[in-house]
Nanobody
Framework: QVQLVESGGGLVQPGGSLRLSCVAS????????MGWYRQAPGKQRELVAG???????NYADSVKGRFTMSRDNAKNTVSLQMNSLKPEDTAVYYC???????????WGQGTQVTVSS
């Protein structure tokens, strides 16, 4: 089992920045890859940024050049630095982990990001 806890969401004006963090605990040795997803009201959950099997990070086209995902293995933490935020970035952001041989999927509880003036 892997537990994920996100933090760092909030209200920010357009053009502002936020940094989300996700701390993993439990069977962290079994984690294959981690990522960030978001879900806006009335929309499906979508990938924002995620690690590939080759160790690269893929970004959604809508956030390329503005968002940066990073991982600190020493702290069991994955972060999402979000710059130049837009109202359309408003969503609940979820941390995700793919773990073990069976590629079980784990989710955090989500953190709200609201971009509004």
């Amino acid at each position: 089992q892997v537990q994920l806890v996100e933090s760092g969401g909030g209200l920010v004006q357009p053009g502002g920045s936020l940094r989300l963090s996700c701390v993993a605990s439990g069977s962290i040795f079994s984690i294959n890859a981690m990522g960030w997803y978001r879900q806006a009201p009335g929309k499906q959950r979508e990938l924002v940024a995620g690690e590939t099997s080759g160790g690269n990070i893929n970004y959604a086209d809508s956030v390329k050049g503005r968002f940066t995902m990073s991982r600190d293995n020493a702290k069991n933490t994955v972060s999402l630095q979000m710059n130049s935020l837009k109202p359309e970035d408003t969503a609940v952001y979820y941390c995700n982990a793919d773990a073990n041989y069976y590629h079980d999927t784990y989710w955090g509880q989500g953190t709200q990001v609201t971009v509004s003036s």
